[in-house]
């Protein structure tokens, strides 16, 4: 069965006008949907009882609901989602002085196998569907109004999953979230982090989108960042600083490089002199250095204060904008590569039991 979450307010105008319904109905249906956020069509009482039953006759409402929250001693708030089919994902708000964000996901489970992160040791199962994405934004959202009494300011794809092998359904939630129907929220208040799909990054820029993207460099050099990445074996970096070129001059947008610190692997004053190499390929403004945050399937450790700073300074020697990210939400497994880290065999064993769509 469709959902009716699904449906723009012109797509619910349109429905109603071929059900000989005043248009006006579809207004109302809206409202109970986004600003009521109503679970059951027969609760919208200001509707006939004829077109509930005809609304539940033809559409569900598949709402997401908040299953289990964790709080860390940051302040950072993790939660676990469920979906209408029993399946999890997980979503982050990140509070800090000037920021409420938004760490949500895009997929239950993941296909890439990223070797540090740990949704990336469990299937992907399917994509979400537009109305879940914005479903966990709106149940962040309230979070953040019911902690801190401000809604959010920013929302970054960086949870589980790999949005740009989601695009449609990342778009066009993306869309909702943006539209003053929705959230009102301004596009470059929303960061789109990914692996590295080339094809897609090139797409980006051509439906010229206004959002900010970030790429999951954190090795800069094709040798070690197969290694760790996968995806990189069709997706190298001769063709990603093409496609983030071509992504610049379609939208104007500079892009961010993420770069994960590994003790021994890419931390030498060689690995930093390919990142500077790359750095001064594409239009990147930023490159955010991140703490390893461990987990329990990879061997990687976090190198030492010092060994962070020195390669932090030799950076800024070289006239790399860098900024060191600290994790936030590490003891409740919500930091960058953490998400269903604790949860990771039980989510397995659901996930495992059901076939990519």
């Not at 801190?148 to 993306?174: D, R």
């Not at 390919?274 to 390893?292: A, G, H, M, Q, S």
Request: aromatic share 8%; proline share 3%; hydrophobic share 40%.
């Amino acid at each position: 069965m469709k959902t009716l979450r699904e449906h723009t307010l012109e797509e619910l105008e349109a429905l109603m006008v071929s059900w000989n319904e005043p248009k006006f109905r579809a207004k109302q249906i809206y409202e109970w949907i986004w600003d009521k956020y109503t679970n059951d069509i027969q609760q919208m009482s200001n509707l006939s009882k004829a077109l509930r039953e005809k609304l539940a006759e033809h559409f569900a409402l598949n709402t997401v609901a908040v299953d289990h929250v964790q709080t860390s001693s940051d302040g950072t708030v993790k939660s676990r989602f469920v979906l209408h089919d029993k399946h999890f994902i997980e979503g982050v708000l990140i509070p800090t002085e000037k920021r409420l964000t938004a760490c949500v996901s895009s997929q239950v489970g993941c296909s890439l196998t990223c070797k540090f992160c740990a949704t990336g040791y469990m299937k992907r199962v399917r994509n979400l569907e537009a109305q879940e994405i914005v479903d966990e934004v709106m149940l962040i959202n309230e979070q953040a109004f019911k902690s801190f009494g401000k809604h959010l300011t920013n929302i970054v794809f960086m949870g589980m999953g790999e949005p740009l092998l989601n695009y449609k359904n990342v778009m066009k939630a993306i869309e909702q979230i943006t539209s003053p129907d929705g959230m009102g929220m301004s596009p470059r208040r929303i960061t789109l982090s990914t692996a590295g799909v080339a094809k897609m990054i090139r797409q980006l820029g051509d439906d010229q989108s206004r959002v900010k993207l970030a790429l999951s460099l954190h090795a800069a050099n094709d040798k070690k960042r197969n290694e760790i990445m996968p995806i990189n074996e069709s997706n190298n970096l001769a063709a990603l600083v093409d496609a983030l070129n071509y992504f610049y001059q379609c939208t104007k947008t500079h892009v961010t490089f993420e770069y994960i610190l590994f003790k021994g692997f890419n931390d030498s004053e060689k690995d930093a002199d390919e990142l500077i190499r790359i750095y001064r390929k594409v239009p990147c403004d930023l490159v955010n250095v991140i703490e390893y945050n461990p987990i329990d399937n990879a061997q990687f450790e976090k190198p030492d204060e010092q060994a962070t700073d020195e390669f932090m300074a030799y950076l800024t020697a070289h006239k790399v904008n860098v900024r060191l990210r600290h994790s936030r939400g590490k003891d409740i497994d919500a930091a960058c590569g953490q998400l269903a880290n604790v949860n990771l065999r039980t989510m397995e064993e659901k996930l495992n039991m059901q076939e990519p769509s």
